[in-house]
């Protein structure tokens, strides 16, 4: 191995012990294969409510207790504690700070269903407690991997506040987008506890973003290198002026530093051999066991067991890039061939009551879970037949790369990270892996669901279709791979 590298990586979720969406799970599977190849990476994370103490062993630093974090006009007290992620020894910091932190949920109050009002500052405060944690410790990385707009004004302070400040000479900073549709957007006036100059916020100036600052361009502005998460997003991003969100302009003058790098999965937590959620074990060779599952999720579901009839999963946010209105619009021609369909969900009313009624409608066919639930998730994966994934836009998405090795054939649209992993059975009946349809519109993804459910009784191209997605290589090694060059190319640039 090349020289190992020093990398402390921020993100503001990471499995276990905090989720939400896909980010959770690449901050703590990436950080494993870096670990694995030898290099030494630190983790640093909120302290939410979920974050329990005694659940995840999380441990008091003497020498980080009471670190003084400027902040407007006064100085913030913060406690960073420290864990590991399960069965590992990569060491995870926890910024402890009860008045920004301790909340249920991470970015929306579920009081209003909207932001909460004062996430400027919580993740300002989340920024600038990374560097000074750094400082405490006296531990100088080489690269600070920074993930989505919560962590956007790591990079920023580094090149400004902390420019002249020696523990950092050697730092440069990587910022990867794994949703460019969220981005940090607040009241100029909101960050003026940054003590950063004015100047800065000024229009045409690097943290201006039409007024308003976005950490996200902040992120993407001030750092040494940024990526996406497939290539085929980082396309996009530059050229499609819907997916750009307004960033295409910023992102295409980048464009040099920018990077597409696949996600991958950690086949440790999910893989039907291996799964410690679900009740029937199964690979390639042998699919008997899927049955069982099958048989536990419809149980669970009150649904009855018919092996003829195929069921349909989806588990995802419930908001619009999701694609749900599509689902919607089609709801009784998708349910009309008699299919079994179950979702697992949490986000926008308007689609929760529009399920909640449907499961009225079909209570033997539908089945609908408002709720975060990992074990559910992990039987719904093994229990049904195929997975949809009809999707607005998709950065890289990690579901359909579940359903390939759960043998549970992924439909989904021709985007982004998607694009990059399913390949179409209709196109090509020998390399297929799932059903891809192109154009976001209701029609064509009926089109295709329908091929999909036709497809399902024809048992043979069904399992040569199963088997060929179950020996798919998505793990984190290439990918990971991939990161380690960029941490390397920064590295050399110092
Ligand atoms: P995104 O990051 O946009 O939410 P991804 O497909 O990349 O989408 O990742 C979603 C991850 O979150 C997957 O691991 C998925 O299983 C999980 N997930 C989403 N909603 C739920 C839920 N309600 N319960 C359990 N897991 C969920």
Redesign the pocket.
């Given at each position: 191995m090349a020289v190992p590298l020093k990398i402390f990586f921020v993100s503001p979720e990471i499995s276990p012990f905090a989720?939400?969406?896909?980010?959770?799970?690449i901050a703590s599977a990436l950080p494993k294969e870096i670990k694995n190849a030898g290099h030494d990476i630190r983790l640093f994370m909120p302290q939410y409510t979920v974050v329990n103490d005694r659940k995840f062993v999380l441990r008091e630093v003497i020498r980080l207790k009471k670190l003084d974090i400027p902040f407007g006009d006064t100085r913030i007290h913060v406690n960073i504690k420290s864990s590991f992620l399960p069965d590992t020894k990569i060491q995870v910091y926890f910024l402890d700070y009860p008045p920004y932190f301790n909340r249920e949920e991470f970015y929306v109050d579920p009081k209003t269903n909207r932001d909460y009002a004062d996430n400027a500052e919580r993740f300002a405060l989340f920024c600038r407690s990374a560097i000074e944690t750094l400082k405490r410790l006296h531990w100088h990385p080489d690269v600070i991997h920074c993930n989505d707009w919560q962590t956007g004004f790591i990079p920023v302070f580094l090149k400004t506040l902390y420019k002249d400040d020696d523990s950092f000479k050697n730092t440069k900073t990587l910022f990867t987008i794994?949703?460019l549709a969220y981005q940090g957007i607040f009241p100029v006036s909101k960050l003026k506890m940054t003590g950063l100059p004015d100047t800065l916020f000024t229009i045409g100036n690097s943290l201006e973003y039409y007024g308003k600052v976005s950490f996200l361009k902040a992120g993407i502005e001030y750092a040494d290198l940024i990526n996406t998460v497939s290539p085929t997003y980082n396309q996009e991003i530059q050229n499609d002026k819907e997916l750009g969100f307004g960033f295409q302009d910023i992102l295409k003058r980048r464009s040099k530093s920018l990077y597409g790098i696949l996600?991958g999965v950690d086949y440790s937590e999910w893989s039907p051999e291996v799964d410690q959620w679900i009740p029937g074990k199964y690979d390639s060779k042998s699919l008997t066991n899927k049955i069982v599952d099958k048989q536990q999720l419809l149980g669970f579901c009150n649904l009855p067991y018919d092996e003829n009839v195929p069921c349909i999963g989806l588990?995802?946010?419930l908001v619009d890039?999701?694609g749900l209105d599509l689902i919607v619009k089609k709801f009784d021609q998708i349910m009309e061939p008699g299919v079994q369909f179950i979702i697992?969900?949490?986000g926008e009313e308007k689609y929760q009551e529009f399920f909640t009624a449907a499961a009225q409608k079909y209570p033997q066919q539908f089945a609908a879970?408002f709720?975060?639930?990992?074990r559910?998730?992990h039987l719904i994966?093994a229990g049904c037949d195929m997975f949809l994934?009809p999707s607005k836009f998709?950065?890289?998405?990690?579901?359909?790369l579940?359903s390939l090795r759960y043998g549970t054939i992924p439909i989904v649209r021709k985007t982004g990270g998607l694009a990059d992993t399913v390949v179409d059975f209709s196109t090509d009946e020998q390399k297929g892996t799932g059903f891809v349809f192109e154009k976001y519109d209701a029609d064509d993804f009926l089109t295709t669901l329908k091929l999909a459910v036709h497809t399902f009784g024809d048992k043979k191209k069904w399992k040569g279709m199963i088997r060929r997605g179950m020996k798919q290589d998505f793990s984190w090694k290439a990918s990971s791979r991939e990161y380690i060059k960029l941490y390397t190319k920064l590295n050399k640039e110092k």
């Amino acid at each position: 191995m090349a020289v190992p590298l020093k990398i402390f990586f921020v993100s503001p979720e990471i499995s276990p012990f905090a989720k939400t969406g896909g980010l959770a799970d690449i901050a703590s599977a990436l950080p494993k294969e870096i670990k694995n190849a030898g290099h030494d990476i630190r983790l640093f994370m909120p302290q939410y409510t979920v974050v329990n103490d005694r659940k995840f062993v999380l441990r008091e630093v003497i020498r980080l207790k009471k670190l003084d974090i400027p902040f407007g006009d006064t100085r913030i007290h913060v406690n960073i504690k420290s864990s590991f992620l399960p069965d590992t020894k990569i060491q995870v910091y926890f910024l402890d700070y009860p008045p920004y932190f301790n909340r249920e949920e991470f970015y929306v109050d579920p009081k209003t269903n909207r932001d909460y009002a004062d996430n400027a500052e919580r993740f300002a405060l989340f920024c600038r407690s990374a560097i000074e944690t750094l400082k405490r410790l006296h531990w100088h990385p080489d690269v600070i991997h920074c993930n989505d707009w919560q962590t956007g004004f790591i990079p920023v302070f580094l090149k400004t506040l902390y420019k002249d400040d020696d523990s950092f000479k050697n730092t440069k900073t990587l910022f990867t987008i794994h949703n460019l549709a969220y981005q940090g957007i607040f009241p100029v006036s909101k960050l003026k506890m940054t003590g950063l100059p004015d100047t800065l916020f000024t229009i045409g100036n690097s943290l201006e973003y039409y007024g308003k600052v976005s950490f996200l361009k902040a992120g993407i502005e001030y750092a040494d290198l940024i990526n996406t998460v497939s290539p085929t997003y980082n396309q996009e991003i530059q050229n499609d002026k819907e997916l750009g969100f307004g960033f295409q302009d910023i992102l295409k003058r980048r464009s040099k530093s920018l990077y597409g790098i696949l996600n991958g999965v950690d086949y440790s937590e999910w893989s039907p051999e291996v799964d410690q959620w679900i009740p029937g074990k199964y690979d390639s060779k042998s699919l008997t066991n899927k049955i069982v599952d099958k048989q536990q999720l419809l149980g669970f579901c009150n649904l009855p067991y018919d092996e003829n009839v195929p069921c349909i999963g989806l588990i995802s946010r419930l908001v619009d890039q999701k694609g749900l209105d599509l689902i919607v619009k089609k709801f009784d021609q998708i349910m009309e061939p008699g299919v079994q369909f179950i979702i697992l969900g949490k986000g926008e009313e308007k689609y929760q009551e529009f399920f909640t009624a449907a499961a009225q409608k079909y209570p033997q066919q539908f089945a609908a879970f408002f709720r975060f639930d990992n074990r559910l998730a992990h039987l719904i994966e093994a229990g049904c037949d195929m997975f949809l994934m009809p999707s607005k836009f998709e950065p890289c998405g990690l579901n359909q790369l579940y359903s390939l090795r759960y043998g549970t054939i992924p439909i989904v649209r021709k985007t982004g990270g998607l694009a990059d992993t399913v390949v179409d059975f209709s196109t090509d009946e020998q390399k297929g892996t799932g059903f891809v349809f192109e154009k976001y519109d209701a029609d064509d993804f009926l089109t295709t669901l329908k091929l999909a459910v036709h497809t399902f009784g024809d048992k043979k191209k069904w399992k040569g279709m199963i088997r060929r997605g179950m020996k798919q290589d998505f793990s984190w090694k290439a990918s990971s791979r991939e990161y380690i060059k960029l941490y390397t190319k920064l590295n050399k640039e110092k």
